[in-house]
Nanobody
Framework: QVQVVESGGGSVQAGGSLRLSCVAS?????????MSWDRQAPGKAREFVSL???????SYADSVQGRFTISQDNAKNTVYLQMNNLKPEDTAIYYC??????????WGQGTQVTVSS
């Protein structure tokens, strides 16, 4: 059974940093797949944060561009999100996803990030 587990969340002050990790265990697909991060703040819809594809190409939401960096360890189906210069508006539950157009998608349970001003 595939398991997607996020870690690294916590509480920091504005301007601080956190590094999130996500490991997808027992996941396999014959086709290319991506790993990505979304987030959901209280009372708001879930939104895209960042994605890294099988070629290593990265994309970011405008709100985190220049502050967040996504990276991966393909061999271990692991993705990281380095978050610097955190702002109170970054407060949310961060969710990791693995999958792709021809590959089944799986989500983790999320990890809480709280940024205080």
């Amino acid at each position: 059974q595939v398991q997607v587990v996020e870690s690294g969340g916590g509480s920091v002050q504005a301007g601080g940093s956190l590094r999130l990790s996500c490991v997808a265990s027992r996941y396999y697909c014959d086709f290319n797949y991506d790993m990505s991060w979304d987030r959901q703040a209280p009372g708001k819809a879930r939104e895209f944060v960042s994605l890294i594809d099988s070629d290593g190409s990265r994309s970011y939401a405008d709100s985190v561009q220049g502050r967040f960096t996504i990276s991966q360890d393909n061999a271990k189906n692991t993705v990281y999100l380095q978050m610097n210069n955190l702002k109170p508006e970054d407060t949310a539950i961060y969710y990791c996803k693995i999958g792709g157009r021809w590959c089944k998608e799986y989500w983790g349970q999320g990890t809480q990030v709280t940024v205080s001003s």
